[in-house]
């Protein structure tokens, strides 16, 4: 225990008040509590993660140090987590013999994909060597190289580019970036084989890094110099080149990186910084390289002012358009508060709203509740096409329920009709689309018998309840849903003695279990035509001869609406 004292002390330094503030000084007085949607919003709120590795000293002798391989990492996840630049809510640091180690990055990847939502961002910073080796068809393979790679077995010691490519464009995080400061032909931060070295300089063109992959909606892969160039270090930069005019993009030089002057650095403003930077530095030597893919206003910003990052990611409410427009001077209310008036851009939060426009003669041109994503601009103009998105739902119908089943037919007939109250949540955010919902109905019922040779129907109320999980996906003009839903029905007796003393004749409870579809088709902003059709497993002993499975069906034609 003796020897785990100064690690312990040294971890607890680290952490901001770990000694002296939390330990020895508290405030009195009661603190501020959050309230569950507080707590809720916090635990589901976008985070931006970064893992940044470095490789300087390698076990194998074949790999020749790197001098600021670890320096150029730690930098990185430095400005990434500093509150003042990238704001990044974890940064894990990958660097050194021990971090840097082939099972080590693969397990930080591995349990980061199991973690992030869409909604958070990544970024995957690596400098290293880099090496390549050829397969029995001559097709190269490329490979980053951590601190245990072995030249003989770089499939099962080094990390494979092409691989790494495809898990990292899988993981959720809708913004990306996988940042790449190796190369892989043999000069600078790259080592191969002899024969391999001998083979590429054979072959009519140079390898491709890999472009295989599909991207994802917000997804960059950059490289500090494309194959047959070299990415190097420099004593007086004291980094790898690219990685210096990177950095010099997120830091002294944010302005001139700035291109479109919002105030922040986006992964391709910083690319295009570094990249012509680096390019006139190495006189066109070392040719940075990269792979994007963007879809609307959703492009990774790396750093920025802790303002313009905020702005950053809300969204935005716009029009711009001719003075001759209906639109021109209108006023724009979100949530009931007057926003300005048109044209302009007014940034929103994240979420769903209620979005109005007033004409400047007040007439109320447009109310709709849209849903508005992270970084998303919506024009003012097309506020009318956009779906009504409502949470929660109530539905009112007739409901028809039939029982193919001979032995459950004593029960409820061939077929009765009732009444059914119905309503549900649907989430958004993380969870979006998962339904809860639930419902309780009636339907009265003449019970049939014979007695005597006589044909006798006698009254009898059913009523059941049900609650369902599933999942409901909205289209054009009305949603799509499907769940597994649990339901309870109950029965009352018969009170005619000469019903004959049947089981059929009691008073009944039983379960149903029960795969339920159902459609909307929108009628207004908030109702919508609703049908639903269901169809249930009981498992009952009605005759006395045993339980036995009996199946029934549902239909249900109502009116929803939306809250």
């Known amino acids: 225990m003796t020897s785990l004292r100064p690690l312990l002390l040294l971890v607890c330094l680290t952490l901001v008040g770990c000694v002296t503030t939390s330990a020895t000084q508290r405030d009195k007085g009661f603190t501020d509590s959050r309230s569950t949607a507080q707590a809720l919003e916090a635990s589901f709120a976008p985070r931006k993660v970064a893992v940044v590795v470095g490789v300087g000293e390698f076990t194998d002798e074949a790999f020749p140090p790197l001098k600021w391989a670890v320096d150029d990492a730690t930098e990185v996840g430095r400005i990434l987590e500093d509150p003042k630049y990238g704001g990044f809510d974890r940064v894990v640091y990958l660097t050194g013999a021990k971090q840097a180690r082939r099972d080590r990055v693969l397990a930080e990847l591995v349990a980061l994909r199991n973690d992030l939502r869409r909604q958070d961002t990544l970024v995957v910073y690596v400098s290293t ?16 190289v951590t601190a245990d790679t072995r030249p003989g077995d770089l499939r099962g010691t080094a990390i494979e580019l092409a691989e790494l490519q495809t898990f990292f464009s899988d993981m959720r995080a809708e913004r990306k970036a996988l940042i790449l400061d190796a190369c892989y032909n043999g000069e600078a931060k790259s080592a191969l084989q002899p024969t391999v070295r001998q083979r590429i300089d054979r072959m009519e063109a140079s390898p491709v890094l890999s472009r295989k992959v599909r991207l994802g909606e917000s997804e960059a892969h950059l490289f500090a110099s494309t194959f047959g160039r070299p990415a190097r270090e420099d004593d007086e930069l004291k980094h790898g080149v690219y990685t210096y005019h990177l950095l010099d993009a997120l830091t002294w030089s944010q302005q001139e990186a700035d291109g479109d002057g919002d105030g922040t650095i986006t992964i391709y403003e910083a690319h295009d910084h570094a990249r012509t930077r680096t390019l006139a530095y190495t006189l066109g030597a070392q040719v940075p390289e990269a792979y994007f893919r963007v879809v609307g206003h959703n492009d990774l910003v790396l750093v920025g002012a802790p303002e313009a990052r905020a702005k950053a990611e809300l969204g935005a409410v716009y029009w711009y358009g001719s003075a001759d427009e209906e639109l021109d001077g209108a006023t724009l209310m979100i949530d009931g508060a007057t926003k300005g008036a048109l044209p302009g851009t007014f940034p929103v939060t994240p979420g769903r709203h209620r979005v109005k426009v007033v004409g400047h003669d007040g007439s109320l041109m ?37 029982t193919p089943a001979e032995g459950a037919r004593p029960l409820l007939g061939r077929a009765h009709v009732g009444v059914e109250l119905g309503g549900g949540y649907r989430f958004m955010g993380p969870l979006r689309g998962l339904t809860l919902s639930g419902g309780f109905g009636y339907a009265p019922h003449q019970a049939r018998f014979v007695t005597d040779g006589t044909t006798r129907f006698e009254p009898r109320h059913a009523i059941w309840g049900h609650a369902q999980v599933g999942y409901r996906l909205l289209v054009p003009r009305g949603s799509l849903g499907a769940g597994y839903r649990l339901r309870l029905t109950g029965i009352t007796a018969l009170q005619d003695a000469s019903c004959g003393g049947h089981a059929a004749c009691d008073g009944w409870l039983w379960p149903t279990q029960a795969l339920a579809l159902d459609q909307t088709v929108s009628l207004g902003r908030r109702w919508s035509l609703y049908v639903e059709e269901e169809v249930g497993i009981s498992v009952l002993d009605v005759d ?18 939306g809250l």
């Not at 060597?129 to 980053?144: N, Q, R, S, V």
């Not at 508005?372 to 009112?396: C, K, M, Q, Y």
Request: zero cysteines.
């Open 544 to 561: 006395g001869t045993g339980p036995r499975a009996r199946a029934d069906l549902g239909l249900r034609i109502g009116i929803e609406v």
């Open 366 to 402: 447009q109310d709709r509740v849209v849903t508005i994503g992270v970084g998303e601009a919506v024009p003012a103009d097309t506020l009318r096409s956009r779906p009504v998105v409502h949470n929660g739902f109530l539905n009112l119908g007739p409901k028809a329920r039939l």
């Open 129 to 144: 060597h880099g090496t390549m080796t050829l397969d029995a068809t001559g097709d190269p393979h490329l490979f980053l």
